[in-house]
């Protein structure tokens, strides 16, 4: 199988260099997607690595690289490709994302806050930037600003129960007892058999 994947690389490494077809690039992309929906990771990273060769600037490929790094617990590799995607385009807000997941699975929480920061000075409410951030407002044991956060992205995303979720919790840490009690209750309105809110009420006796 190795033997049959290294000479498949070699293929496509020559097609590249010798005038590859529209179709030939795209089987190397259906090929990465495949590996990594059978949760074959390195092996994705591995079908697109020739592209990055070809081309270091290959913006695409450079996130894709550095999610699927992430994937495979590579996190410093991850943060590598995605300083390289924010060198390649500074404006990227999808690599400015992309950074925070290899530094939050560090527990980099002020790295990873930044940025996050970065992103919501151009997209102020971006949903993931928000999530991010408030995960490492916890992570940092900032419960008074991530109550106060949580609280003010709830009202712009009241369906979402996420949201919600980091707001009882920074209630419950602040002895909000009541108040997060009515929150959790609010997230098993949206989630139904929410493990954390279920268990929360139940030692609380509803």
Known sequence: MKLIKFW?????????YT???HASVSELWSESYRYEAMGE??????SIEPLIRHNPRHEFAVIRHG??????????????DYKKAIE????????????TLPLLAQKRWREAANYATKVLATASWNYFAHIRLMTCEEGQGQWKTLELHADSVASRYPADATVLVYLARAR?????TSSARTTYKKVLARVPGHIEATQYLNNLGR
Not at 8 to 16: G, N, Q, T
Not at 41 to 46: I, S
Not at 69 to 75: A, C, P
């Open 88 to 99: 390649i385009n500074p404006n990227s807000l999808d690599s400015l994302l992309g950074m």
């Open 41 to 46: 990771y390195a092996t994705a990273a591995q």
């Open 8 to 16: 498949s690389i070699l293929a496509v490494i020559s097609l590249l």
């Open 19 to 21: 005038g590859s077809s």
């Open 67 to 80: 999610w699927l790094n992430y994937l495979q617990g590579k996190h410093n590799e991850s943060i590598d």
């Open 172 to 176: 419950s840490h602040l002895g909000k």
